[in-house]
């Protein structure tokens, strides 16, 4: 199981997750440089390990990403980044998402 995890494994799948975190602690982040300036300064090692070191390459990665698909494991709701920082506009947004969040573990059990 070990080496099935390790051969799926992209580093990729760490900079999304970490994406997908700073729009929940920064809510109101809807602009696509805001966000990526944040992954900059907040997640520099995932950045790095997706994307290099290169600023070329890196920052039209990192814009090409605002655009793709994350799937949140904790509700199942797969939307682009750019959909998730305006589902996530403001902290009133991101409390109803912890609470949607705490009701799926709750049915879960």
């Excluded at 440089?33 to 790095?48: A, N, S």
């Amino acid at each position: 199981m070990y080496k099935d995890f390790e051969e799926n494994y992209s580093p990729l799948d760490d900079l999304k997750a970490a994406a997908f975190q700073t729009l929940l602690l920064h809510p109101g982040t809807t602009e696509r440089q805001d966000w990526i300036d944040l992954l900059v300064e907040e997640c520099g090692g995932e950045v790095v390990d997706a994307y290099g070191t290169d600023p070329a390459d890196v920052f039209p990665s990192l814009e090409d990403l605002w655009e793709d698909g994350y799937l949140d494991s904790a509700t199942g709701i797969e939307k682009d980044f750019c959909e998730w920082a305006l589902a996530f506009a403001s902290e009133e947004a991101v409390e109803l998402y912890y609470a949607l969040v705490e009701e799926k573990e709750k049915n879960a059990r």
